[in-house]
């Protein structure tokens, strides 16, 4: 049998396979990469709680947001907490303790859930504007079906 050995090139000279060694193995690292670096913390990931921590903070306030828009309702209302008024609805089928309550306590949750749905919006690759976009037009659309259901109860 031909010695093959001698035919093939040793895997070890090859770049790709000497990276691959390098980074599985630490004894052949070099000895910059052998120092010890400071601890960092997660800034870019802490960063990207920002929409979260906004919806925390409208969702704080939102009692008092709600009581401002009392001179633009119902359509106030509508645009900014369409989901406390879609919970609220004798239409969606709930129970008459869980409708009293549900709208309470989404009232509380909106902008934080929000806001998480548009973390998850920016780190699938959507711009901020595109976010809160998209997010508008899920107020707008659930204007719509209010305004529609509104119109069928008259």
Do not use: N
Not at 1 to 15: A, E, Q, S, V
Not at 85 to 110: C, D, H, K, N, Y
């Amino acid at each position: 049998m031909p010695d093959l050995d001698r035919t093939m090139p040793d895997p070890k000279k090859r770049p790709r396979v000497a990276r691959q060694r390098t980074l599985l193995d630490p004894s052949e690292r070099s000895l910059e990469e052998k120092e010890i670096k400071p601890f960092k913390l997660p800034v870019r990931g802490l960063f990207s709680w920002w929409p979260v921590v906004l919806g925390m903070g409208l969702g704080y306030l939102a009692p008092q947001l709600r009581d401002l828009l009392v001179p633009w309702a119902p359509w106030g209302m509508r645009l900014v907490f369409p989901f406390v008024l879609i919970a609220g609805r004798p239409e969606v089928g709930l129970s008459e303790e869980l409708t009293a309550m549900l709208p309470q306590a989404l009232l509380f949750a909106q902008f934080p859930l929000e806001g998480l749905a548009v973390k998850f919006m920016l780190r699938r690759g959507a711009s901020v504007p595109g976010a809160y976009g998209q997010l508008a037009y899920i107020h707008l659309l659930c204007t719509l079906v209010l305004w529609l259901v509104s119109r069928a109860g008259a």
